[in-house]
């Protein structure tokens, strides 16, 4: 993957495509680009959309600047991405974090923005969420974070309530999770929890009434970080929204990508986008 210096910061980034409208993905705290290509990638590509991915600044190859971050380091980096680029204005998709960025941008450069999809993240977070993020903040920061800690952390946010008696539900999500704590960097983690952080103790529902363009909010039945209830208060926030819950799913959605990419291409359709030139 290429890198641009953007904000005083290394990104790495990847534009697959060769014509039609152009989809950023930003992705959650944590979580590589590399989960995109497993995801809407696929889907928007074969529709004949243009997509970018990119690593946000603490996830490698990204550079890693030491901790803490500020939110306005993550919606300053994705703009001078976007600008950079030259290829709006973007349809964003965002993940948790993501989401958040998203959010901002969309709110601060509509000029940049076509629309936007949240994937479990926008508006205010859930009380529920501080102490886990308070708590990944801290094992993170450690020298050596004890293994099983970091997986329980991870696994919560992969196994809803109604699978923890299922055995392989949970294996599988054991399986998982070891591969998210062998990625990150420590440093990249600790930041953007901080980023996070310091949207959770501030009010960002009443602001998604400016937001300008078309939204899609997509919420899991059993999300501790933005549960269901949050997000329908988003989406009577927001002027023009549209909302999907997926029934059964933890805060990451695992299994359900197929779904929500034919969702998301069905709200691009619906706003009337077109995919190719």
């Known amino acids: 993957m290429p890198l641009a210096r953007i904000n005083g910061t290394d990104l790495s980034y990847?534009?697959?495509?060769?014509?039609?409208?152009?989809?950023?993905?930003?992705?959650?705290?944590?979580?590589?680009?590399?989960?995109?290509?497993?995801?809407?990638?696929?889907?928007?590509?074969?529709?004949?959309?243009?997509?970018?991915v990119f690593d946000n600044r603490g996830m490698?190859?990204?550079?890693?600047?030491?901790?803490?971050?500020?939110?306005?380091?993550?919606?300053?980096?994705?703009?001078?991405?976007?600008?950079?680029?030259?290829?709006?204005?973007?349809?964003?998709?965002?993940?948790?974090?993501?989401?958040?960025?998203?959010?901002?941008?969309?709110?601060?450069?509509?000029?940049?923005?076509?629309?936007?999809?949240?994937?479990?993240?926008?508006?205010?977070?859930?009380p529920a969420a501080v102490p886990v993020l308070e708590a990944t903040a801290e094992l993170y920061a450690l020298d050596a974070p004890p293994p099983a800690a970091l997986r329980w952390l991870a696994a919560d946010g992969l196994v809803p309530?109604?699978?923890?008696?299922?055995?392989?539900?949970?294996?599988?999500?054991?399986?998982?999770?070891a591969e998210i704590i062998a990625g990150p960097a420590g440093a990249g983690v600790v930041g953007q929890t901080a980023a996070t952080l310091e949207w959770a103790r501030e009010d960002h529902l009443t602001e998604l009434a400016g937001l300008s363009v078309p939204a899609l909010v997509v919420a899991s039945e059993w999300d501790r970080m933005f549960p269901p209830a949050l997000l329908r208060r988003a989406v009577e926030t927001v002027p023009d929204a549209r909302y999907l819950e997926i029934g059964g799913a933890a805060h990451v959605p695992t299994g359900h990508s197929a779904g929500i990419a034919a969702a998301i291409l069905d709200f691009l359709k619906e706003i009337g986008e077109p995919s190719a030139d």
């Open 60 to 126: 490698p190859p990204s550079a890693v600047p030491p901790a803490p971050y500020k939110m306005e380091d993550l919606v300053a980096d994705t703009v001078g991405l976007m600008e950079h680029l030259g290829l709006g204005p973007f349809h964003m998709i965002g993940s948790s974090l993501g989401g958040l960025v998203a959010q901002a941008v969309a709110l601060r450069r509509p000029d940049l923005v076509r629309s936007v999809t949240f994937l479990q993240g926008c508006g205010d977070l859930s």
């Open 14 to 52: 990847a534009v697959d495509g060769d014509r039609g409208a152009p989809v950023l993905h930003v992705a959650g705290s944590g979580q590589s680009s590399v989960v995109w290509e497993m995801q809407t990638v696929p889907a928007l590509l074969a529709a004949g959309y243009r997509t970018v």
């Open 161 to 177: 309530p109604t699978r923890w008696h299922d055995a392989g539900a949970v294996a599988e999500a054991r399986e998982l999770t």
